[in-house]
């Protein structure tokens, strides 16, 4: 029996902590299963005609949106709450997937990568951190080291799946990588309202 006045800690069985927990180990998955990626440079050269100085210019690009994007994203997070920072950032994902449907010259991938861009700004730290407040409001700091470890595996495990079905989504229509994708973030949208 706890001593009066002090609260028990509650049981890491809780189950709203375990619904939150396992919400953002999926988040974590999706925004990691990034179908076009092991074929963009594919998709890039062959389906858009770029040369590899263009596409170096839109890896230069997309890295200058996440950066210049990042003190506003935090701002935001810090403002409006870590989960509004991840719709936001869904959103512009889903934008940003959805505009490699139409882009058809270097221009268009470009204004594609800055949406994307923007996206992973808005991501960046938003995630940890509300699985930081998550376990401190539960009392559960002790956990952190656990579950952030966790959230890293099942990051890793999108990563692997989205590279291991890439290729055969990619030969089968090139488009295919990007429509899967634009879907794996409407998810992610669901999940983070």
């Not at 210049?68 to 709450?81: A, C, I, K």
């Not at 002790?142 to 590279?163: H, I």
Request: net charge negative; hydrophobic share 55%; aromatic share 14%.
């Amino acid at each position: 029996m706890p001593p009066v006045g002090k609260a028990e800690p509650p049981d890491p069985r809780d189950g709203q902590l375990r619904r939150t927990l396992l919400t953002l180990n999926v988040f974590a998955a999706l925004k990691m299963t990034l179908f076009p990626m092991a074929v963009i440079t594919l998709f890039w050269k062959d389906e858009i005609g770029l040369t590899l100085t263009e596409i170096l210019t839109l890896q230069v690009f997309f890295s200058l949106a996440s950066v210049v994007m990042e003190y506003p994203s935090g701002y935001v997070s810090d403002r409006l709450g870590y989960r509004w920072s991840l719709i936001v950032a869904c959103v512009f994902g889903i934008a940003g997937w959805g505009w490699y449907l139409f882009a058809a010259t270097f221009w268009g991938v470009l204004q594609a990568e800055l949406l994307l861009g923007v996206s992973y700004a808005f991501i960046s730290g938003s995630d940890t951190a509300l699985l930081f407040e998550t376990l401190r409001a539960g009392n559960r700091m002790d956990l952190y080291a656990r579950c952030d470890g966790r959230m890293v595996g099942w990051a890793q495990g999108g990563e692997a799946a989205g590279a291991l079905f890439a290729g055969l989504m990619y030969a089968h229509w090139p488009l295919l990588p990007f429509v899967a994708q634009i879907g794996i973030w409407i998810l992610a949208l669901g999940l983070c309202l």
